[in-house]
């Protein structure tokens, strides 16, 4: 019997966020899946064609609706639980959007929710983080219970591109509030990579000492190796770096291939944020710092030296 | 009443170096140092401050859990809050099933908001308040670093907040119709601390007890838990003295070309 599971996309109107290719890697673990994707927006073609692009998707449902120009989960909840009816599993991000959509859909469901996974074991055992990745717990749903999830995306490969799944205009019939309303969005635009995606990350703390440095320092760096910036919280608290920079456990969970700490003593929250690094680099000038623990490369020195002498070598 | 619903849940603090039991049936809490979830305790230093500004006349702080949890209440009376309410319940108590027993305590109270953490540090769930919202069919704002509420100096009941929120993008504003269900992320205030006459005049305060059953919800496992494990760890790592031999090394990794 094949299992059917329906991933909720994520975009922003035009292209589709690369967390819901790691929810088709996910989804695609489990046995005999049957993977379709629904994708709400205002005009969903776009973004539709780009989901039926990516292998392991059998089938896009487009709903298209003007309510859904911006990802509301208030807005879209009730239409992905109209659609959830002929589905066991039901899977969004581990972002801000599915952190904040998923669990609105499961008490509509009312189905519980199992947040973060990081592996899938069967059609009904899943594990996933605790206690900001201090222990790993295995958790088992009811055999025939619908479920609804979240996927920590540093623990999938995003699915490749190739397949070409059919693509069904779907209206989803739902009571839609009104209650909820879209102000604005201020996003720190760059032309640096995602943080989020990145397969170089080059990330400052509370040592850079204040904006100014937090930018001459590392941002030169960051675009020898083609790298995204982040910060650890200490330094977005002291407001060296914007929030959305923000790598640990209540910031984004990253997994590149290389992670240049610098100044950055490692928190354990911060190191929540980066375990599933391939390589972690450490610069600080602490020796005892607990970055140094997790590091893969461990420099001891003055991060203000260093990071130039770096930059010029590249 | 111009009343806000503040949820907290007693959890290990989160200093304590958390460590799984060697048989794998769970994490280790006897003996160990237990505080008001850190975002929980956000959510209700910003409840004090609305009634502070003049918005809300109170603010009841609400638990569901053991008999211990009433330290955690009482710590919350001591900041400020006005009266709290516990909901006795032992035992696994899942994310649905507290948002189920919140509706029945805001079905009760009757608040303009509620506020929550937006995630508990122990199981890192982050469902709850959505929950909540979903079967209160009222709006959600979550993960928020800004709480502004109209109306808020004409002294009258207020009916909009504009909630700014820290999401991967940057940061989102909304405006919700309320009552409206808010959770908390870390830089929507700084928490005080408690004074010590604080913590006397607490005790007077009131701290009703609630059984679970008594609400009509029922304590539903839906999930089973079956086995916690430590991390894998990472290897040891090298060290390096200096720039030129970290590129060396980087490259011998075949990170560097």
Redesign the interface.
Same mark, same amino acid.
């Given at each position: 019997m094949s299992h059917r599971i329906l991933i909720v996309a994520e975009h922003?109107g035009a292209r589709l966020n690369p967390s819901t290719a790691k929810c088709v890697s996910c989804a695609a673990a489990v046995p005999d899946a049957e993977i379709t994707v629904a994708v709400c927006a205002a005009d969903a073609s776009a973004v539709a064609s780009q989901t039926a692009a990516l292998k392991g998707v059998a089938r896009v449902l487009a709903v298209d609706n003007p309510a859904n120009a911006h990802l509301?989960?208030?807005v879209l909840?009730p239409q992905i639980a109209a659609l959830a009816g002929p589905f066991s599993l039901v899977l969004g991000p581990s972002?801000? /959007?599915g $952190?904040?959509?998923?669990?609105?859909?499961?008490?509509?469901l009312?189905?519980?929710?199992?947040?973060?996974i990081m592996a899938i074991e069967s059609a009904t055992?899943f594990r996933r983080?605790?206690?900001? +990745?201090?222990?790993?717990? !295995?958790?088992?749903?009811?055999p025939g219970?619908k479920v609804v999830g979240t996927v920590r995306t540093a623990s999938f490969q995003a699915a490749g591109t190739g397949g070409s799944a059919p693509i069904e205009k779907t209206p989803a019939s739902a009571q839609i509030?009104s209650?909820?309303? /879209?102000?604005?969005?201020?996003? +720190?635009k760059t032309d640096r990579p995602d943080l989020?995606t990145a397969s170089r990350v080059v990330s400052g703390g509370r040592a850079l000492g204040s904006a100014e440095a937090f930018r001459q320092t590392l941002y030169g760096l960051a675009d020898r190796l083609g790298a995204a910036v982040g910060a650890s919280?200490a330094a977005?608290?002291a407001g060296y770096a914007?929030?959305?920079m923000q790598v640990g456990? !209540?910031g $984004?969970i990253i997994a590149p291939?290389?992670y240049i700490a610098i100044g950055i003593s490692g928190a354990i929250q911060h190191l929540t944020g980066i $375990?599933d690094a391939r !390589?972690?680099?450490a610069?600080n000038k602490d020796s005892e710092a607990p970055i /140094?623990?997790?590091?893969?490369? +461990?420099?001891? +020195?003055d991060l203000f030296q260093?990071v130039p002498?770096?930059e010029k070598?590249? | 009443m111009r009343r806000i619903l503040v949820c907290i849940k007693r959890v290990v603090d989160y200093n304590v170096r958390i460590r799984v039991k060697p048989d794998a049936s769970g994490v280790v809490t006897e003996g160990v140092k237990m505080s008001v979830n850190p975002f929980d305790e956000i959510a209700l230093e910003e409840a004090l401050r609305i009634k502070e500004r003049g918005a809300a006349e109170e603010v009841v702080v609400a638990s569901i859990g053991p008999a211990d949890c009433q330290q955690q209440l009482r710590t919350c009376l001591a900041m400020g809050a006005d009266r709290a309410l516990h909901v006795q319940a032992d035992g696994v108590v899942e994310p649905l099933v507290a948002a189920r027993t919140l509706l029945e305590l805001v079905k009760r109270e009757q608040p303009f908001l509620v506020i929550l953490g937006k995630q508990a540090i122990d199981d890192d769930n982050s469902q709850t308040g959505q929950m909540l919202a979903a079967l209160w069919e009222r709006p959600q704002a979550t993960f928020a670093s800004k709480v502004e509420l109209d109306g808020e100096t004409s002294g009258g009941q207020p009916r909009l907040a504009r909630v700014t929120r820290e999401v991967d993008a940057g940061l989102e504003t909304l405006e919700v119709d309320l009552p409206a269900v808010v959770t908390t992320d870390l830089r929507l205030n700084e928490p005080r601390y408690v004074k010590l006459p604080d913590i006397m005049k607490a005790k007077k305060k009131p701290l009703e007890t609630l059984a679970l059953a008594s609400l009509g919800v029922e304590q539903k496992q839906r999930l089973k838990l079956t086995r916690f494990e430590p991390p894998p760890q990472r290897q040891k790592g090298i060290k390096v003295k200096d720039a030129a031999e970290l590129v060396a090394a980087l490259k011998s990794k075949g990170l560097l070309s």
């Open positions: 922003d509301l989960a208030a909840a972002t801000t /959007f $952190k904040d959509l998923m669990p609105r859909v499961a008490a509509l009312d189905t519980a929710q199992i947040s973060d055992r983080p605790i206690y900001a +990745g201090n222990a790993i717990v !295995t958790v088992e749903a009811e219970a509030p209650h909820t309303r /879209f102000v604005s969005v201020s996003a +720190g989020q919280r977005v608290d914007p929030n959305e456990q !209540t $984004k291939e290389l $375990k !390589t972690i680099v610069i /140094f623990e997790v590091a893969d490369i +461990g420099l001891v +020195g260093i002498e770096l070598l590249l | -």
